[in-house]
Every structure is written in C-alpha cells, then in structure tokens.
C-alpha cells in the first residue's frame, strides 16, 4: 500500500515537472511569436524567450528532482540507488546553476548588483551633472 501511493506521488511529480517544461516551452513560443508580429527588436525577443524557456525547464527540473529524492528515499533506499541519485542531483543541479546564470547573469551564490545611485540634487532642488561645482 505505502509503496503503491510513494509510486502513484513519483509519477504525478514527474508528469508536473514534464508539463511544466512542456506548457512553459508552448506559451513562451506562444507569446514570443506574439511579440515578433508587434515588431519586437530581434535582440530583446531572442533573449526574453531563452530565459523564459530557462525558467520553465528550472521549475520543471525541481518537480522531477523531488520526484527522484521521494522514491529512492521511500522505496529503494540502498547504497546504488542513494549513488545513482546523487549523480542525478549532481547533475539537475549543474543544469540549474548554469540556467539561473543564463537567465539573471550572475551565479546564484553572487549577490544582486546594487541599483543606480539617484543623481544628486542642489540645495534649490535641480539635479547637477558631474564635475558640476556650484556653491
């Protein structure tokens, strides 16, 4: 009984984590075939739609990555499968750092560029250019 509901938990995870991947992969081409007729700059288009594919396979890699640590650890829990899913994992989690990189530019351990300082303000309240030297 325990074994039927962790196999019946792994295999609705897996078909999440392919749906994602799939229903992201349809409505980004969707939208950005959307875009590409309202005149959207090629450049801008190319990369909003591979970081948009990026964030779909990221989500779908979690599902299919919780539905392999549910059922090696329920069910199979030996020395070869625990070393099998940790060359899985190794793996998903290598496709993940190197997704987020593609997707925000930065690895995940590095922290988030500082905004653009506001430019500053004179004491009657207009802005000065740099090198500007008023008193």
Do not use: C
Not at 28 to 44: N, Q, Y
């Amino acid at each position: 009984m325990f074994e039927t509901i962790i196999h019946w938990t792994t295999a609705a995870l897996e078909l999440a984590g392919i749906f994602v991947m799939a229903a992201g992969t349809l409505l980004a081409s969707l939208v950005a075939l959307a875009r590409a007729a309202r005149g959207m700059a090629g450049s801008h288009l190319y990369e909003w739609y591979r970081q948009t594919l990026a964030r779909a396979i990221l989500l779908g890699l979690e599902f299919l990555v919780a539905a392999d640590i549910i059922n090696t650890v329920a069910v199979d829990p030996s020395f070869r499968s625990v070393g099998v899913l940790g060359l899985i994992v190794l793996v998903r989690t290598f496709l993940s750092f190197t997704l987020e990189l593609d997707i925000s530019g930065r690895w995940p351990w590095q922290p988030k560029p500082e905004p653009a300082a506001p430019a500053a303000t004179t004491a009657s309240g207009g802005q000065t250019e740099a090198g500007d030297q008023r008193s």
